[in-house]
């Protein structure tokens, strides 16, 4: 258990490490590298979920008592989706980031197409 959440960590820390590095380098993001990933993630993210489904849908307990656990499961998923959207909001405004995560200039006009 420890190993995997360690597995875990090493791979967040790798892709931290190179998106600093490449934000560093004078090497940019293209729109394709960029089209790649948010593919990549939404593929990604696809296949969790998928696979959280089947979990959930092979445990026998779950499934019997899904009437009775089915609003408390709701409830929890509907404050948990509310408070990532809220504390998302406030902290970008916090770090000073416009609607598209870019710096927001204040005196420049920011209007993307």
Do not use: P
């Not at 597995?7 to 004078?26: C, D, E, Q, T, V």
């Not at 445990?59 to 809220?86: D, T, Y």
């Amino acid at each position: 258990m420890l190993f995997k959440i360690l597995l875990y960590w090493a791979f967040m820390a790798i892709g931290i490490y190179i998106g600093i590095k490449r934000k560093r380098s004078s090497i940019r993001w293209d729109a394709r590298e960029v089209t790649f990933f948010k593919w990549l993630l939404t593929i990604s993210l696809a296949l969790l979920i998928f696979i959280l489904g089947v979990g959930i849908g092979s445990n026998h307990e779950v499934v019997h008592n899904l009437r009775r656990i089915g609003f408390s499961a709701v409830l929890i998923a509907m404050s948990g989706l509310v408070g990532s959207v809220v504390f998302a909001y406030a902290g970008r405004k916090l770090i000073g980031l416009d609607r598209y995560c870019q710096l927001a200039d204040k005196g420049a006009d920011n209007h993307h197409d």
